[in-house]
């Protein structure tokens, strides 16, 4: 077997190759180029699988929810302290070590080297249609690896290149690499046929991300550009999606045929694990209430200023577990003889010894917007949705407000959805509060802070911080591999 060693390895990376038999790498046999669509999905596996960590140990999740200001993962007692990394994340105290700053890295360019190597493998076959498709879709994902890369770390190396990748790249500026991705998406678009998958690239996922990039262009670039954001979000809205009825549809178990999701990772609790923020945030006899066949771990909980956002008739409110829980057989649950009641109010992001026992373990609204099935194990077999038809609207919504244009309709789409009055001449700021209670534990709030120019704000245990904040530094460990990352 012949193994390739990627010069890109400077990122830390050295990820060997795929088995290539002692063949030419540049002239791969027929039988090794896509006959069909199906045959290139095959194909682009490896691509895709680095999305299966982001919720977990690949970190993305934890910096955009934990370094914003819904979520938090209290210290309770001796639980979830972990060296200080989660609190790290909420007080904008992190480090280039810190585990969820190091960690998306790595996965983040695991997706790009995929990709690079694909689309060299069939590139001197590009004339096939099928082919064709299979290198327009691993280009878009290679551009939504990137997108991650300048929303979370700003300026970093762009390589397009697998077999002749530089052995130390250089950080090229944000908005170049922007302009970049705009062009590989307008370049690659058109290739795409109508599609409804949604756990791989489609006109739907390619529309949506070029909306994120437009959306955020002011970040990226310092020059905005609502207006093209808009085009995109219609580029979407033309394509047939729609909401569900129920503003929690889009989450339960069995949710991969949603017409309301857009792109998303297709966890099985079995087969393709790594969605288990619910054993993050349930409490340890939450297992009663579920019929679970493992124990919780008791930790995040969403801050008491933002479940305080909604209305008593909002339905996303069903999302939340508050108050005394009970046992599938309708029994109240009680630990050590306390009852376990979860309460909005969560008295000090360090909870030691001098706090009650209700205090550190039940303080806390918990979150089930995802629904947690009975007998749900360790990991849930819900997909994830990574870009979802609500959000496109809000979007939508946004970008008209910022042009000095009325966002009503859109808003009140998402309002009325969840059982709630209709707005009349939407600002920004309550544009930005209904994002917050729509897209909240679905790690968009980050991002959208940074884009209201509120991310560096105080907020419950956490004070002002610095502008350097609004991205996250290249961690220790890339620096040590590739000098050139220090400049």
Not at 163 to 175: L, T, Y
Request: overall charge negative.
């Amino acid at each position: 077997m012949k193994k390739v060693l990627i010069s890109i390895a400077a990122l830390a990376l050295m990820v060997s190759c795929t088995d290539l038999d002692d063949r030419l790498y540049d002239r791969l046999p027929e039988d090794m180029y896509p006959e069909n669509e199906t045959q290139g999905a095959l194909l682009t596996v490896p691509v895709y699988s680095p999305l299966r960590e982001l919720l977990d140990w690949g970190g993305w999740w934890f910096a955009q929810e934990l370094s914003a200001d819904q979520v938090v993962c209290p210290t309770r007692l001796s639980d979830w302290d972990d060296g200080g990394k989660w609190r790290m994340l909420h007080t904008h105290t992190w480090t280039n070590t810190t585990e969820a700053v190091a960690s998306m890295w790595s996965r983040f360019y695991k997706g790009v080297v995929e990709a690079n190597q694909l689309i060299e493998r069939l590139t001197p076959n590009a004339e096939d249609p099928a082919t064709a498709l299979t290198l327009a879709k691993v280009k878009i994902m290679r551009a939504y690896y990137y997108y991650l890369l300048i929303d979370n770390y700003g300026n970093v190396p762009y390589v397009t290149t697998f077999i002749d990748a530089p052995e130390f790249p250089e950080k090229e500026n944000r908005a170049i690499i922007f302009q970049n991705l705009i062009t590989e998406l307008e370049d690659n678009i058109p290739t795409l046929t109508s599609s409804s998958t949604k756990t791989a690239v489609s006109k739907g996922m390619a529309y949506t991300l070029l909306a994120k990039l437009y959306l955020n262009a002011e970040v990226y670039t310092g020059t905005a550009q609502w207006e093209k954001a808009e085009i995109a979000c219609d580029s979407v809205m033309k394509l047939g999606y729609s909401l569900d009825g129920d503003p929690l549809a889009p989450f339960v178990t069995k949710n991969e045929n949603s017409n309301e999701n857009i792109f998303t990772i297709p966890f099985d609790e079995d087969s393709y694990t790594g969605f288990n923020l619910h054993m993050r945030t349930l409490h340890y006899l939450s297992n009663k209430t579920y019929d679970m066949s493992v124990g919780p771990w008791n930790g995040f909980a969403v801050t008491e200023s933002h479940y305080n956002t909604y209305s008593d008739n909002d339905l996303r409110k069903g999302g939340f577990l508050v108050g005394q829980q009970y046992s599938s057989g309708g029994e109240a649950l009680v630990e050590n003889g306390i009852p376990v009641v979860f309460t909005p109010r969560i008295p000090k992001l360090v909870m030691d010894a001098t706090f009650t026992p209700a205090e550190i373990r039940m303080s806390g609204v918990r979150v089930a917007k995802f629904e947690i099935a009975r007998g749900a194990k360790e990991n849930l077999s819900n997909d994830f949705p990574i870009f979802r038809y609500a959000d496109v609207i809000l979007m939508k919504a946004e970008a008209m407000i910022r042009q000095g244009e009325s966002g009503d309709l859109y808003v009140n789409m998402i309002r009325k959805r969840a059982g709630l009055e209709n707005w009349t001449g939407v600002t920004l700021d309550q544009l930005l509060e209904e994002r917050g209670r729509e897209m909240y534990w679905e790690a968009h709030r980050r991002q959208d802070l940074i884009r209201f120019g509120k991310f560096n704000n105080a907020w419950w245990e956490k004070e002002t911080s610095t502008t350097d904040r609004k991205v996250f530094p290249i961690p220790q460990s890339q620096i040590d591999a590739n000098p050139n990352l220090a400049k």
